[in-house]
């Protein structure tokens, strides 16, 4: 058995979109790691789309904004695969449609609707599954960094991240009363993915955050996916209700000397 012992463990992946994809990544780790691996993405579209990508896995559909769904999510993966040892939440959504905002002109249909698909599907997932959860089996939810939570061109999706790490202490909290299924968030900071290309102003927010890291590269999704892996193993058993923050350094680097040096203006220095 490998390090990980993720052998004859059945994990429920839920978000991949394409191959740049979080959801992606960790699925291929996990497969990787000897797991078997399930997929559930959001529409029979996205499932036609992803024919060549999940060819000859176990893919279901399932539209996590509509609590219906994601009950016969559950009844159908019990049906086809018993108890499962876990599950990935790779899901997000945001409607920029009318372009970027301040935070104070969000829109309350916006907002409230990419909360219930971003944040708290989890709560109707996690309640959805407790019956088809092993008792030692772990939640792994795909967060942002701190850092990042507070850049402007995030918009109203940093306070719905925050709630979403908040979420899963409370999961983990609720869960313990009478199982030992863990909770835990990956906090990773900026990702070169297709769905943060849609994200106004990003690319510079990703080359900036680049600067900011020890190493002066960015994060590489394949180390948020093997944070994932290791999450959903039983080698993190003492993690839980926690946020793993992977960032490369970039959130305790503020004062990086090349940083300081491009930023301050020539008529700036010496000034107090």
């Known amino acids: 058995m490998s390090f990980l012992g993720l052998e ?7 978000g991949v979109a394409n191959r740049k994809s979080v959801a992606w990544f960790a699925s291929k780790t996990l497969e990787e790691a000897g797991a078997t691996v399930i997929y559930s993405v959001r529409s029979e579209a996205r499932k036609e789309t992803s024919t060549k990508l999940l060819s000859g896995k176990s893919v279901y559909v399932c539209d996590v904004e509509h609590p219906e769904d994601v009950k016969a999510l559950a009844a159908d993966v019990a049906r086809d695969h018993g108890k499962i040892d876990g599950i990935v939440h790779s899901i997000a959504f945001a409607n920029y449609s009318d372009g970027f905002k301040p935070f104070h002109e969000t829109k309350r249909e916006d907002y409230l609707q990419a909360t219930a698909i971003s944040s708290f599907s989890l709560v109707e997932i996690s309640n959805a599954f407790k019956p088809v959860l092993n008792d030692d089996a772990s939640v792994v939810a795909i967060s942002i960094s701190s850092l990042t939570i507070t850049a402007e061109n995030y918009g109203y999706m940093s306070p719905i991240k925050a709630s979403l790490d908040s979420s899963v202490r409370y999961l983990a909290k609720s869960f313990s009363k009478d199982t030992r299924v863990r909770f835990n968030t990956v906090n990773p900071g ?10 106004p102003g990003y690319l510079e927010s990703y080359l900036y955050s680049e600067k900011l890291t020890f190493r002066k590269e960015a994060l590489h999704t394949q ?3 093997n944070a994932v892996a290791f999450l959903i193993s039983n080698r993190s058993s003492g993690m839980n209700g926690t946020s793993l923050v992977m960032d490369a350094g970039m959130g305790i680097n503020y004062f990086d000397e090349e940083v300081v040096r491009l930023t301050m203006r020539p008529e700036d220095k010496g000034k107090v």
Request: net charge positive.
């Open 190 to 199: 900026t990702l070169k993915t297709s769905a943060s290309a849609g994200i």
């Open 223 to 225: 180390e948020v996916a």
């Open 8 to 14: 004859n463990k059945t994990v429920l992946v839920m």
